[in-house]
């Protein structure tokens, strides 16, 4: 069968007995990054695509359809002319900062690729802190906003990055808290052993309505952590132009704007990792007949399937509801999200201790 | 591939990025004038200096942040053995969060979960 799994054995055991194991093992690392930037590269121009395609959707218009088939090619052509604007620093800028934040914001989004599992046995570090792992890289996203938009010698810039800085910071609370309640479910930080958790279903239908409402607050935790509408006050247009991005231009700007989206495709695949279980098929219980039937299936295919849906269901959230003000959002933070889901844990601790789900 | 993937993470990260804005640097021909170097405030010219004070909310929300980060790196170890050691875990996580709400609920009455 073909699989990830396979392929990255096969090539793992050639190059084994081709090369010396040494450079066969510095060959690995090369194709590896290699495979992960051109992941990057398609993400970007992928979700771009879908973004404007959803947009225009549910506008009831047509969106981009002059490049290429049904604008297929819309985002290739926009980084062709991002690549040849010219990428300007502004002369009050600190420029130091300025040309390091993009790298930051960057190397961040990438890092947290490490842990995740595209397919079965597909991992590039099946480390076993991985929960944590992924909300200590994930809580460094904040510093190149602040980097960005403090160094921009621009009031709208260092406005925007002081929004998101406090937006960012209080969300990730309540994200953190989401997380822990299905850690607490499956009782490990490992992404692999959470995954292994729900052979017979996922947490979302095993964990009732205390981890229903645990996704319901990851979801909207999320989607203000990754400054997408209706929590962009970061760079809310009509009041900041762009915020932390005004003075960026060129490839700069693009690799901001590429770090943004694959944080979404990030936060999306470990909300489909932690509650809707990853790879793992549609399985139900003890039914052994239909769970082999699902395991037909691909499990990148579960994986991206269930990770392109709820990049949907973010997508669909920034044409639903209006821009929150400030104090709107701190609001809905520190008096409702915040409470609830410190009670709701302790719901999900009796639960599990209690062995009250599926 | 074990903990050298961060390693190849981030040297992929940067060897992309620097690709990448290299490329644009090469393509591009760079131009400059008086104006070109001014920050993009909407076309008004500039007034004073752009590190001012903000307001002090930020600082407050970012304090009351700290706490409770520090309470959620303590739950991580918690929620892993909550399972096993059964009710005990729930009777010590409710005093924890118990003294932990009083906390909240002081700097609630004292104003500052209010933007200003």
């Not at chain 1, 299905?182 to 490990?188: P, Q």
């Amino acid at each position: 069968m073909w699989s990830f799994s396979n392929i990255a054995d096969s090539i793992h055991q050639w190059l084994n007995e081709t090369f010396h194991p040494s450079v066969a093992v510095i060959f690995e690392m090369i194709i590896a990054g290699i495979c992960v930037i051109s992941l990057f590269a398609v993400l970007g121009l992928v979700l771009v695509l879908m973004e404007r395609k959803v947009s225009a959707w549910i506008q009831i218009r047509m969106g981009p359809n002059r490049v290429g088939p049904k604008g297929m090619f819309q985002s290739v052509a926009d980084t062709m002319k991002l690549l040849v604007k010219e990428g300007m620093t502004p002369s009050g800028a600190d420029k130091f900062l300025f040309n390091l934040a993009p790298f930051i914001a960057l190397v961040v989004a990438m890092l947290l690729m490490a842990p995740l599992a595209f397919a079965k046995n597909f991992q590039m570090w099946n480390v076993n802190i991985g929960v944590l792992y992924i909300s200590a890289i994930s809580s460094v996203s904040v510093i190149s906003i602040l980097i960005a938009g403090w160094s921009s010698n621009n009031k709208y810039s260092l406005m925007g990055a002081m929004r998101s800085g406090a937006q960012i910071v209080s969300y990730e609370l309540s994200a953190g808290l989401s997380i822990l309640s299905v850690v607490v479910l499956a009782g490990s930080l490992n992404l692999n052993t959470i995954i292994q958790s729900q052979a017979d279903g996922w947490w979302i239908f095993k964990g009732h309505i205390p981890v229903i409402i645990s996704f319901i607050i990851f979801i909207i935790a999320v989607t203000a952590e990754t400054n997408r509408a209706p929590f962009d006050l970061a760079e809310a247009e009509s009041e900041l132009t762009a915020g932390f991005h005004t003075e960026y231009s060129g490839m700069k700007f693009a690799l901001f704007f590429l770090a943004e989206y694959v944080n979404v495709f990030i936060v999306c695949a470990i909300g489909a990792t932690l509650f809707f279980g990853g790879w793992m098929p549609f399985h139900i219980g003890h039914w052994q007949s239909f769970n082999h039937v699902m395991d037909f299936i691909p499990s990148s295919l579960w994986f991206f399937g269930k990770t392109f849906f709820l990049i949907f269901v973010i997508m669909w959230f920034r044409w639903t509801f209006p821009r929150l003000r400030i104090d709107q959002l701190l609001n809905l933070e520190w008096k409702y999200l915040l409470p609830i889901s410190l009670f709701n844990i302790l719901l999900v601790t009796a639960m599990a201790i209690a062995g009250w789900y599926f | 591939m074990g903990p050298s993937s961060m390693i190849v993470l981030i040297i992929a990260a940067i060897v992309f990025s620097s690709v990448a804005i290299l490329v644009a640097k090469m393509v591009t021909k760079a131009t400059t004038n008086l104006q070109k170097g001014e920050p993009y405030e909407c076309g008004i010219p500039t007034h004073g200096k752009t590190w001012k004070q903000l307001n002090v909310g930020y600082y407050l929300f970012a304090l009351i942040f700290l706490i409770f980060d520090v309470e959620l790196i303590f739950l991580y170890p918690w929620a892993v053995v909550a399972k096993h050691a059964g009710w005990t875990a729930l009777i010590e996580i409710v005093i924890f969060f118990f003294i932990l709400f009083m906390g909240f609920l002081y700097a609630h009455k004292k104003g500052a979960l209010k933007w200003k």
